[in-house]
């Protein structure tokens, strides 16, 4: 391969030869200053003695047993390559006062991985940097076996000042916000807090006018479901215009269903739409009946299906409120198949399992 040097500058030469890998600087700038080439010009690099010490390479270095506390950091560097930003806290438990009591609190430090503020807690002293935010947070409301969960789910929280974190509680008390709907609010959306007050006023101004609330029913939506004020308006649109347009909802169903289900407006799409579809169209359920129970809607979509065949296999499946053996879409939403079987059904979980068996 033609070897090549470009001159840059004055003592800085870039070489093209992958084969020399371990130079003397010293040799180099020595022979950069006695040259009379033109600084312009291309060196064929034999005008100079280039020197390699065959003790600084890899094949003829001592062997050093890198986990010794004697092996100099710059030979650590030369055999292994830096660490990334993701650090596993779980490998720094033993030595981090810090992380050890974040644990005796319930923390999930995989969880807090994945939020990247693991090298700030790292850093962090517990008595100076966050015991401040846990009596905080202790005084507004979170639960003490909730405390866990919500720094899990949210430990940028460290890295807000308490003072910030004190002005957002105080809007929302200004917004006649009680105590219990705080707490509710905090502990059912950890971020919540991570907005500045500027932003919840947007958001909350944003719902109030989307579906003509006054202050009172605003209140009762967050409360319900704070998750609506950390969805983008845009999403919120979005849902609004399949609950409306594609599903058939008029204003004033679209007002009880925010009131009474709000979350219905933070399920994918699809998911809602596919419910709805099968609820109404396949169940023959009316909207004023699905307005009266929408929580139906937040059922899985197989769940409600093997329900409903099941139902009427046996000849139950009645849901108009007006005729006799009438079964309402709450037992849709039961938490076990025995609940259903034994309230809509009238059967044991065995036939519904055998039954399954047949689909």
């Given amino acids: 391969m033609r070897k090549q040097m470009w001159r840059v500058g004055k003592n800085l030469l870039l070489f093209r030869n992958p084969n020399i890998r371990y130079l003397h600087i010293t040799a180099i700038k020595k022979a950069a200053e006695t040259s009379v080439v033109s600084q312009n010009s291309l060196v064929d690099p034999t005008d100079f003695q280039i020197l390699q010490d065959e003790n600084n390479t890899p094949e003829n270095a001592p062997y050093v047993n890198p986990l010794s506390s004697k092996v100099d950091g710059e030979y650590i560097d030369l055999i ?63 639960y ?8 899990s789910a949210n430990p940028l929280i460290f890295q807000e000042s308490v003072d910030n974190l004190k002005v957002r509680i105080d809007y929302l008390k200004s917004k006649k916000f009680n105590r219990k709907d705080i707490s509710q609010i905090i502990n059912t959306a950890p971020k919540f807090l991570m907005l500045d007050t500027l932003k919840i006023d947007q958001q909350l101004g944003f ?12 209140r009762t939506v967050t ?34 269903l925010v009131l009474e289900a709000p979350k219905l407006w933070l399920i994918r799409r699809k998911s809602l739409l596919e419910r709805f579809d099968y609820i109404h169209n396949s169940m023959c359920i009316p909207h004023s009946q699905i307005v009266l129970y929408p929580y139906v809607l937040f059922s899985r979509l197989f769940n409600i299906r093997e329900r409903h065949l099941y139902l ?32 809509a059904a009238c059967t044991c979980t065995e036939d519904f399992n055998k039954f399954l068996k047949t689909l």
């Avoid at 609190?105 to 962090?124: M, N, P």
């Fill in 80 to 142: 292994a390559p830096p660490l990334g930003k993701a650090l596993c806290l779980a490998a720094f438990v033993n030595h981090s006062k810090t992380l050890q009591k974040l644990l005796a609190l319930g923390v999930d430090l995989s969880k807090v991985e994945k939020t990247g503020c693991a090298e700030f807690l790292l850093r962090s002293d517990f008595e100076k940097d966050l015991k401040k935010h846990i009596f905080f947070l202790h005084e507004i409301g979170v």
């Fill in 144 to 151: 003490p076996k909730e405390m866990g969960k919500f720094l």
């Fill in 207 to 218: 719902i109030q006018s989307m579906f003509s609330l006054n202050g009172k029913e605003v």
């Fill in 223 to 256: 409360t319900r479901e704070p998750g609506l004020v950390l969805k983008e308006p845009f999403k919120i649109k979005e849902n609004n215009f399949v609950i409306k347009e594609e599903m058939g909802f008029d204003d004033s169903e679209i007002k009880q």
């Fill in 312 to 343: 009427r296999h046996l000849g139950r499946a009645q849901y108009d409120p007006r005729k006799p053996g009438y079964v309402s879409l709450q037992l849709f939403t039961a938490d076990t198949d025995q609940e259903f079987c034994e309230k």
